[in-house]
C-alpha cells in the first residue's frame, strides 16, 4: 500500500472566530487556478504512475465552499494520480448547509465514502458566536441529504470548552448529537490560536473561558456519555463504532508518512516533515515555477522518531505495542523509557501489561504531561545507541 | 613623545543619561582625528552591548587623543569617561582622581538633573576644574538663560562663559576643545619624582594576564622595570605599556600625565587592586596616592545558579566582575529551596540588574535571583549586635531586643506641579519630611528621609509613573534607625520556602501577606494536588491562598497532521518543567522568587 493522502482545500465563505488553519475568503477565479496548481503540485511528486493509498482526506478550510464544477474538477485530478478504486477509506470534510445535492451526487460518484461534518455545537446562539456560517436545522438537512444518498459513514466534529459554555449546555450538544447515531463522532477542546478573533477578545478580557475544573467535567461527561451510548474511546478526541474508526488519523498517530497537498498542508515523506507555503498566491507562484510548495522542510532523526512514535501512539486507546516497536527500532522500549514507564505506572497515568502501555482514563486527562515524559534525554539517548 | 607634560589634559564628562554624553565624546574623537571614519562607529566609548542597549556607560575608558590649538601647540587629551547612574558612584570617583577638570554636559531643555548633582559634588571634592556645556541648544524646549541660572544657583559655579552646544550638529565641539585647553591645568606631578600610578580600572585577559588602567601621576614607568604594588607590596616586571587612540597602542615608557595601560605577567587578580599606586621596586615612593571613596553595599539579594552544576561557573563569573568593581561583594549561600549559589552585595538596583544581566549574558549562566534586601542592625536580647543581610536568617522575636534598618536621604529633583503626588508616595513609603526648595519658578527639590527598604521595592517605579517620568532622583544612606519590623515566612504546601522570606514593617505586614499570598497563587502553575499558600509572622498564619489542583492537561486539536507543532507545544512544557525549582513536592518557577518586588499597590 501506498502513503495516505492529505489534500487541504483553504477556500471558506465565512472565516470561523477560532480557525488557525490556512484558510481565505472564497473566490472563484483563484479557487480555479488554486484547482490548477494542486493538479500540478501532485504531478510533482507522483508522477505518471498511479498510487494506491489505504486512504484519502481532504480537509479545509472547507472543501464544499468549491462549486459543483470545481469539486468535480478536483476529484477528476484526485483520479488521475490515485487508484481511488483500491483506497479503503476516503473522507471530505464539509460543512452543514452549505452544499447541494449535486456535491453529494459527485462525492458518490468519485468515490467518497465518509463525510466528516464540522457541527462544533448545537446551538444557534453559539454557532454565530463562532461564525459559523450554518445553524441547527442545517445539520438535520444535510445528515439526511447525505443518507439519502447512501452515505452514511458520517462523523461530527465538535468543540467544547466555549466561551461561557456551562457543563449543562455541552450536555445538551451531545445529547442531541447522539440522538443522531451516528458511526463516528470528533470533540475537541476549543484552543485559543494567536491570529484568531478569540485571541483577540481574549487579550483584551473579553473572552471567558469555562475554568479548567469545568472543562476536565466536560472531557469526563463526554467519555463517560460516549461509551454508553456504544461510541468508542479510540483516540483522544475520537469516538466511534467498532470498524468506524478514522483510518486516516490513524496514519498520523501510527507514526507513518503521508503526502500533503495544497497550501499550508503538513506532510511527512522520506523521514522528513515538511509543510506548505501556507498564503494562496505564494503557493500558487511556486508551483506556476515549476517548484514545489514547500515553505520548511525538517528531517526527522532517529531520536525524534522514537519520541513521536511514543507520544503520537499512546494518543491511541491501544497505546504502543513493544513487538512494533521492536520491529521498527531494533530495540524494546523499555530500554528508553524504563524509568519513565515504572513512574507514569505507580501514578496511574499508563497501564503497562509488559509488552503493550496505553493510557488510563486519569492519564488522558494529563496527557501532555504523559507525552513529554518520551521526550528523551539526549545523554541517555546516547548511551543507548553508542 | 613630543608633547611636554605642560601639554597635557586629563578630563572626563559628567552628564546623566541622556543628555548627550556619547554623543559628545563621539564629535570629540572625530575632530582630534582619533578614528578613522570606518573605525568610527556610533558611540564609540560604549563598547559594551549592555551598555548600548541601555544607553548608559558602565565601564570606564580612557582615550588618548592629538589636538593642535589655535596657539599653535599640540596637546595630548585623555578622555576619561565616567558612567553616569548614582549606582556607579563608586567608578566615578576612581575615574576623576585620574583627571584634573570635568566637562559638566546639561542638556537645555531638562536642566540639571539630581544625578548629575551627585556627580559634580564629587568632581568639586576632588578639586578638578569645571567646565559647563549647556548641549541640545538645538531642541525647540532649550532655555539657556534658565539653564545658566540653574547652573550657579544649585551648583554655585559661574556659567556665565558656559559654553553653547549642540553635539548632534556638530555645534560648539571647537570651543570645547579650546576651553580644555586654556581652563584645564595640566597634570601636576613631576617626571623626576619617585614613581606613583595610579591603577583606576582591570580588566583580566587569558593571556596576558591582568591589564591594569593606570593614570601616571608622579615618575613615570619603562617596559622591564620592576613596580611594586603598594598595598600588597607584590612585585612584577612590566611586559607591555601603552595607550588607547582609542585603539590600544604599545609605549616604551608612559610619563606624568599619561593615561594609559599595563602589563606585567600579573595571574593573580587579587594583586592589582584597582585603587592601588603603582611605584618602582628600586626607588619607591614614601606614599601611596590617596585611595577612593569607597562604598559599601546597600542592596543584597541570593543569586543561584538554575542548574546546580552550575555553581563553580557562578563563582568564577563572579570574581571576573569583582576584579574591575570591587563594590561587588558575594558569599557562599545555602537555600533549602534553591541549594547553593552566594548572597551578592550591591550599590543599588540598577547595579544589581545589570550584574546579574552580565552574568547571564557574558557567562552564559541562568540564574535565579531572589528579592532584594537590605541589611538589618539587630541587637539581641544579650546586647550583641548582629548584622542581618538575609531574611530567612532573622532570629526569632523572642531573642531580638530591637531590629534597626537602614535610612537614606532621598533627593527627588521634580516640576513642581509633581509635589504633591511625590510627597504623598514619601509618605506612603513611611518616609519623613526634611527639606523642600524650588530651584526656580518651575522645579522644586524635596528631601525626605525614607526607608531603604522601601526604595528597593517599589519606589522608582512608582515615583515614574506618578511623575510622568520628570522626577530624577537621588539617595545616600543617612544611617540606622530602630523600626517595627517583623520577618514574614511563606509556606508552600507545608513548607517554609527560605527563598521567600522577606522582612516587613508590622503595619505593612497584613496588606503585603495577602498580596503574595494571592501574587503566588497567579504566578505558580498548578500542581498535581492542591498546594496551599499561608504567609505567617513567627507561627501566625496571616494570610492564604491555594493553588488548585490541575484537572486537564491535554492537547485534543488534530492541527491537520502538523506534528512538529505538537513536539514543540511538548518540548516547551519540558524545558519550563526544567526551569522550575522543586521545593519539597512543589515546582515553582523562577519568576515566583521574584514575587515579593513587583506589586502593585492597588
Known amino acids: 500500500m501506498d502513503r495516505s493522502v492529505y489534500i487541504h482545500i483553504p477556500f471558506c465563505h465565512e472565516i470561523c472566530h477560532y480557525c488557525d488553519f490556512a484558510k481565505m475568503y472564497y473566490n472563484r477565479e483563484l479557487a480555479d487556478q488554486y484547482l490548477d496548481n494542486l493538479n500540478k503540485e501532485m504531478k510533482l511528486y507522483i508522477g505518471e504512475q498511479k498510487i494506491s493509498p489505504q486512504t484519502i482526506y481532504i480537509g479545509g478550510g472547507t472543501p464544499t465552499s468549491l462549486n459543483e464544477q470545481q469539486l468535480e474538477s478536483l476529484f477528476e485530478t484526485i483520479h488521475q494520480y490515485i487508484h481511488v478504486d483500491q483506497t479503503r477509506e476516503f473522507t471530505i470534510e464539509a460543512n452543514p448547509g452549505e452544499f447541494e445535492e449535486g456535491h453529494v451526487k459527485l462525492m458518490r460518484e468519485y468515490g467518497v465514502n465518509r463525510v466528516s461534518l464540522g457541527v462544533q455545537v448545537l446551538d444557534d446562539e453559539f454557532l454565530k458566536m463562532l461564525n459559523r456560517i450554518h445553524g441547527v436545522n442545517d445539520v438535520y438537512q444535510t445528515v439526511n441529504l447525505l443518507q439519502q444518498h447512501d452515505l452514511t459513514n458520517i462523523s461530527m466534529d465538535f468543540i467544547y470548552a466555549l466561551p461561557d459554555q456551562s457543563i449543562e449546555h455541552f450536555k445538551r450538544t451531545l445529547n442531541l448529537a447522539l440522538d443522531f447515531d451516528l458511526p463516528h463522532y470528533s470533540a475537541y477542546a476549543l484552543q485559543i490560536e494567536p491570529r484568531t478573533v478569540f485571541h483577540m477578545r481574549h487579550q483584551q478580557g473579553k473572552l471567558h473561558k469555562p475554568k479548567e475544573e469545568d472543562e476536565a467535567e466536560m472531557l469526563w461527561m463526554l467519555m463517560d456519555m460516549m461509551e454508553k451510548n456504544g461510541k468508542h474511546h479510540y483516540e483522544i478526541s475520537n469516538y466511534a463504532e467498532k470498524g468506524f474508526e478514522s483510518q486516516h488519523n490513524l496514519t498520523y498517530w501510527s507514526n507513518e508518512e503521508y503526502y500533503a497537498f495544497g497550501a499550508g498542508a503538513h506532510g511527512y515523506l522520506d523521514a522528513s516533515r515538511y509543510v506548505n507555503l501556507r498564503p494562496v498566491n505564494h503557493y500558487n507562484q511556486a508551483l506556476e515555477q515549476g517548484e514545489k510548495p514547500v515553505l520548511h522542510r525538517d528531517k526527522v532523526s532517529l531520536k525524534e522518531k522514537i519520541e513521536e512514535e511514543m507520544f503520537l501512539g499512546l494518543r491511541r486507546k491501544e497505546g504502543v505495542m513493544d513487538g512494533i516497536f521492536k520491529a521498527k527500532y531494533g530495540l524494546s522500549f523499555y530500554d528508553l523509557y524504563k524509568k519513565e514507564i515504572k513512574r507514569l505506572t505507580q501514578k496511574g497515568w499508563i497501564v503497562d501489561s509488559g509488552n503493550q502501555i496505553y493510557l488510563t482514563n486519569e492519564g488522558l486527562m494529563f496527557g501532555n504531561e504523559v507525552f513529554a515524559s518520551f521526550l528523551l534525554d539526549e545523554q541517555l539517548y546516547k548511551q543507548v545507541f553508542s | ?602
Open chain 2, 1 to 602: 613623545m613630543a608633547i611636554k607634560k605642560e601639554n597635557v589634559r586629563n578630563f572626563s564628562i559628567i552628564a546623566h543619561i541622556d543628555h548627550g554624553k556619547s554623543t559628545l565624546a563621539d564629535r570629540i574623537l572625530e575632530k582630534t582625528k582619533a578614528l578613522t571614519d570606518r573605525e568610527m562607529k556610533e558611540q564609540f566609548l560604549d563598547a559594551m552591548d549592555l551598555e548600548r542597549e541601555r544607553g548608559i556607560t558602565i565601564k570606564l575608558n580612557a582615550v588618548q587623543l592629538k589636538y593642535g590649538a589655535n596657539n599653535g601647540d599640540d596637546y595630548l587629551f585623555h578622555l576619561i569617561d565616567t558612567p553616569g547612574h548614582v549606582d556607579f558612584t563608586y567608578e566615578v570617583s576612581r575615574s576623576l582622581a585620574a583627571c584634573e577638570g570635568a566637562l559638566l554636559v546639561v542638556d537645555a531643555a531638562q536642566g540639571i538633573e539630581a544625578q548629575t548633582l551627585a556627580n559634580v559634588y564629587l568632581a568639586l571634592d576632588n578639586d578638578l576644574e569645571i567646565i559647563p556645556v549647556i548641549n541640545k541648544i538645538d531642541l525647540p524646549g532649550a532655555d539657556v538663560e534658565r539653564v545658566k541660572q540653574e547652573i550657579e544657583d544649585v551648583i554655585g559655579i559661574d556659567a556665565d562663559d558656559a559654553i553653547l552646544a549642540s553635539a548632534k550638529d556638530g555645534v560648539g565641539i571647537d570651543e570645547i576643545l579650546e576651553r580644555i585647553v586654556t581652563d584645564i591645568p595640566a597634570p601636576s606631578g613631576k617626571s623626576e619624582n619617585p614613581t606613583k600610578a595610579l591603577i583606576f580600572d582591570s580588566l583580566y585577559d587569558s593571556y596576558r594576564g591582568v591589564i591594569a588602567y593606570i593614570c601616571v601621576k608622579e615618575g613615570s614607568l619603562k617596559v622591564g622595570d620592576e613596580i611594586k604594588m603598594m598595598q600588597t607590596d607584590k612585585t612584577f616586571q612590566v611586559s607591555d605599556l601603552g595607550v588607547f587612540t582609542p585603539n590600544p597602542v604599545s609605549k616604551e615608557e608612559l610619563t606624568v600625565g599619561d593615561v594609559g595601560f599595563l602589563t606585567a605577567s600579573i595571574k593573580n587578580v587579587g594583586d592589582s587592586r584597582v585603587g592601588d599606586t603603582i611605584t618602582l621596586a628600586k626607588q619607591p615612593a614614601e606614599e601611596p596616592l590617596p585611595g577612593y571613596k569607597r562604598l559599601n553595599p546597600m542592596v543584597y539579594c541570593g543569586l543561584f545558579p538554575v542548574e546546580s552544576d552550575n555553581y563553580n561557573d557562578l563563582r568564577e563569573a563572579l570574581e571576573r566582575l569583582e576584579l574591575n568593581d570591587s563594590s561587588l561583594q558575594y558569599e557562599a549561600e545555602t537555600s533549602q529551596a534553591l541549594g547553593f549559589g552566594f548572597r551578592c552585595g550591591f550599590l543599588g538596583l540598577l547595579h544589581m540588574e545589570i550584574i546579574q544581566e552580565r552574568i547571564e549574558r557574558e557567562f552564559n549562566i541562568e540564574l535565579i535571583t531572589t528579592a532584594p534586601s537590605v541589611i538589618y542592625e539587630v541587637e539581641l536580647t544579650t546586647d550583641e549586635v548582629i548584622n542581618i543581610e538575609n531574611p530567612s536568617l532573622m532570629p526569632e522575636g523572642k531573642n531580638v531586643k530591637e531590629v534597626r534598618e537602614p535610612f537614606v536621604q532621598a533627593t527627588i529633583m521634580v516640576p513642581s506641579d509633581f509635589i504633591g503626588p511625590v510627597m504623598e508616595i514619601c509618605e506612603k513609603k513611611r518616609g519623613n519630611y526634611v527639606d523642600m526648595q524650588y530651584l526656580d519658578e518651575h522645579r522644586v527639590n524635596i528631601v525626605y528621609d525614607i526607608p531603604l527598604s522601601e526604595i528597593v521595592y517599589d519606589f522608582f517605579d512608582q515615583l515614574k509613573s506618578q511623575t510622568k517620568g520628570y522626577a530624577s532622583f537621588d539617595y545616600e544612606l543617612s544611617g540606622y534607625r530602630a523600626s517595627n519590623l517583623v520577618k514574614m515566612d511563606i509556606l508552600l504546601n507545608g513548607e517554609t520556602i527560605d527563598a521567600l522570606s522577606f522582612i516587613v514593617h508590622r503595619d505593612f505586614a497584613f496588606h503585603r501577606g495577602k498580596q503574595i499570598a494571592e501574587k503566588l497563587k497567579d504566578l505558580i502553575p498548578r500542581q498535581q494536588f492542591e498546594v496551599p499558600v499561608q504567609a505567617t509572622i513567627g507561627n501566625k498564619v496571616i494570610a492564604r491562598s491555594t493553588i488548585k489542583a490541575m484537572r486537564k492537561n491535554v492537547l485534543s486539536k488534530c492541527y491537520g497532521g502538523d506534528i512538529s507543532r505538537k513536539r514543540k507545544l511538548l518540548e516547551k512544557q519540558k524545558e519550563g518543567k526544567k526551569r522550575m525549582k522543586m521545593v519539597g513536592k512543589v515546582e515553582i518557577p523562577q519568576e515566583a522568587f521574584m514575587s515579593v518586588l513587583e506589586m502593585n499597590d492597588d
